[in-house]
């Protein structure tokens, strides 16, 4: 399932160096302070190439133990093309991770059939069980969507320094190009002359 709309980032360093750039930002280190926000709450970011760019998962460090880690929800795929030897554009889609969807299920399935033997009116059971799937998959949502954000945020911050660029512009209005009430007129003029063909 996917979380958000995909993201695009243009860079100026060939397709073959951004997972190795990447790799080398996802450990914290004196050299990058400028990134010490992507590693807020004990952030850290698994990136592991794929056929045509690369995949990454983050996770933090829990509340009560900073050894232990989140599980993550999120899963971003990101897709590298190549614009010229030494530019490239980044595709970032972020989606839901079917594992994490599970693991949201299993407390209000099992509260759900923990409730179906009580003899409390079946609209309540009802309403106390939707409740509960509703609040799940909203929670799920929600730290899904914050784990792509920070993964989005993460990809920014790892190519701040280079030279962003922005791929060329459809040209004004002029002779090529017309605006769409140009166009509704010779539409309706070219309607019009092969109709009367027929």
Known sequence: MRLLRPNYLNVAIPAESVARTLEA???????RLH???AFAEGRRYAIAPSADGFRMATTSSTLFSRRR??????????????ITESESRISLE???RAPAL????????VLSLLLLPVPWPPALILLICA???????ISLLASARLEAHEMLYFVDKAFEDMRKFTL???APIGQDVIGAQDFRELWSEHVRTNMDDT
Request: aromatic share 4%; net charge positive.
């Open 35 to 37: 990134m010490r926000d």
């Open 131 to 137: 409740t509960a799937y509703a609040a799940s998959i």
């Open 25 to 31: 930002a996802a450990t914290p280190s004196a050299q």
């Open 94 to 96: 972020p989606h839901l």
């Open 168 to 170: 060329a512009q459809i």
């Open 69 to 82: 880690r989140t599980f993550a929800s999120c899963l971003l795929n990101a897709r590298i093309e190549p």
């Open 102 to 109: 599970i693991s949201a299920l299993i407390v209000p399935t």
